[in-house]
């Protein structure tokens, strides 16, 4: 079954170390997402790229996080330094996108983050 | 801008009851794709449907059924005699030219 694979499934940090998250696709999907997950936000999208070029961010602290897709196969969330505020579960998600819109989105497992 | 609106944060029901969760989405795009997905206590994210902007046709999978109104701009999500299985927390999305966003979801719990 071909799945999106996100590493790590747990971290635990203290405030200000970096944290990198990493995520590989579903080999064919052209364009890939970031999402936080908090109880109060929903579902937030961060990043978002399609055939590896970032086309939105707007939803990333641009100051600590940074988003980069340096091949096909990985997809990188980096938060430096981190903060208690960050502390949430982290999805990334990989579709295809038609002329209409992206598809079905297949999530990973998601990386829960816990900044002391 | 883009946006979705799920209203409900939460709804409780009982076993059997009919329960329909409410989604109204905002997009200047022309075509678009409408969504839902269901996220159970276990935290994975599952696909449910997909709907195109140009296809109104409501559609019904077993004790699912989706109704798209695009005069009201709205994605309905119906189950029929609800199950306890069926509670998680479920999120209506949009996908268009640049953005692919998520409501805030509504959880759903089915009392036994």
């Known amino acids: 079954d071909a799945r999106v694979t996100q590493t790590p499934r747990h971290k635990v940090t203290e405030m200000g170390q970096e944290v990198t998250m990493r995520c590989q696709p579903i080999l064919g999907h052209n364009t890939v997402f970031w999402y936080r997950q908090t109880m109060m936000q929903g579902l937030e999208l961060l990043a978002y790229f399609r055939n590896r070029a970032p086309l939105d961010d707007s939803g990333m602290p641009k100051d600590r996080f940074s988003a980069e897709m340096p091949d096909a196969t990985l997809a990188t969330l980096k938060i430096q330094p981190s903060e208690p505020r960050d502390s949430a579960v982290y999805f990334c998600?990989?579709?295809?996108?038609?002329?209409?819109?992206?598809?079905?989105?297949?999530f990973g497992e998601g990386s829960r983050l816990t900044v002391l | 801008a883009q946006k979705v609106t799920q209203a409900q944060t939460e709804i409780s029901v009982v076993e059997k009851e009919d329960v329909t969760l409410d989604c109204v989405y905002e997009t200047r795009d022309t075509t678009y794709y409408l969504f839902w997905y269901k996220q159970p206590p276990s935290g994975e994210l599952v696909f449910l449907i997909r709907?195109?902007?140009?296809?109104?046709q409501n559609e019904i999978s077993g004790r699912y059924s989706w109704n798209f109104q695009k005069s009201t701009s709205s994605f309905n999500f119906t189950i029929t005699a609800s199950q306890v299985v069926d509670s998680a927390v479920y999120f209506c999305?949009?996908?268009?030219?640049?953005?692919?966003?998520f409501g805030t979801g509504t959880r759903l719990k089915v009392l036994a």
């Open positions: 709907r195109n902007s140009f296809d109104e």
């Open positions: 999305a949009l996908s268009g030219t640049y953005k692919y966003i």
């Open positions: 998600a990989s579709g295809f996108h038609s002329g209409e819109g992206t598809g079905e989105l297949f």
